[in-house]
């Protein structure tokens, strides 16, 4: 790919995910986020466009055959991984977050109030992205692979079509709340540092909310700057086939 201030955020780090960590270390957005161009977001982060392009390119260029093979998947397979490897791990991690939130709050919410803070932008995030899922795979999924069959000429049309770009404007509007909710823990716990009078289980449920938000722009990211986009171009193009 030809890397320059023009070149979109998310699609640098759909060629190389490892972009994402640059990103990160200078404050700017690559999953929500990632639908503007490099200028445009160090703008916003007030970062040095040049000096970034030239961090990227020592590791853009390089071979990423996760990347690749992400990119390569059709839609419905690629839903299908984003469900086994994204959804599972929010619904095995929520609940021993919520616990482990709460015995915090009990035992050194006197000394650090945050914590309740915390606790309650998680569990809003919890309630919001299970509901969320929940609209992905029962009406989102389901309707790319229906695409994808039609693509493949396995069925003769789709019901509903071009409802892809309304359902996707919700959860995309929807990823850019729960992405917000979760900058606020990070600024919250002092991006997940634990303090000195922290205990072990304050340690390991600070590095878990840590582990949860890096998959979690993982997982936004797969369906922002690669599901979302193409099958949005699958339906389009059906739609102007209809048309015509």
């Keep these: 790919m030809e890397l320059n201030k023009l070149t979109r955020v ?22 929500c986020g990632g639908g503007i161009s490099i200028e445009e977001a160090c703008k ?11 961090e990227l390119e020592l590791v853009v260029y390089r071979n990423d055959p996760d990347s690749k093979y992400i990119d390569s998947l059709e839609l419905d397979e690629l839903s299908d991984y984003i469900v086994k490897r994204h959804h599972s791990y929010v619904v095995d991690n929520i609940p021993f977050l ?13 000394n650090h109030p945050e914590l309740f803070d915390i606790k309650g932008l998680f569990s809003q995030v919890a309630e919001n992205l299970l509901a969320h899922l929940q609209k ?14 039609l693509k493949h000429g396995k069925v003769n049309g789709v019901a509903g079509l071009g409802k892809a770009a309304e359902v996707i404007a919700e959860l995309d509007e929807e ?7 979760f900058a606020q823990i990070a600024q919250l716990s002092s991006d997940y540092n634990c303090p ?8 390991v449920t600070f590095q878990t909310l840590s582990d949860f938000e890096k998959d979690l722009h ?13 099958a949005i171009a699958l339906e389009t193009e059906f739609k102007r086939r209809k048309n015509n």
């Design 175 to 181: 990823h850019t709340g729960e992405g917000n909710r």
């Design 10 to 31: 998310g699609d640098v780090v759909k060629e190389n995910f490892k972009a994402a960590q640059i990103f990160d270390k200078n404050r700017i957005d690559f999953c």
């Design 136 to 149: 992905e795979e029962n009406i989102l999924f389901p309707y790319i692979k229906e695409l994808v069959n």
């Design 196 to 203: 000195p009078d922290g205990c072990n289980t304050y340690k």
């Design 98 to 110: 919520l616990q482990k939130l709460d015995k915090l709050c009990n035992v050194h919410g006197a």
């Design 218 to 230: 993982r997982h936004i990211h797969l369906e922002n700057n690669i599901l979302f986009i193409k």
């Design 44 to 54: 916003k982060a007030n970062a040095n466009a040049e000096k970034l392009i030239a």
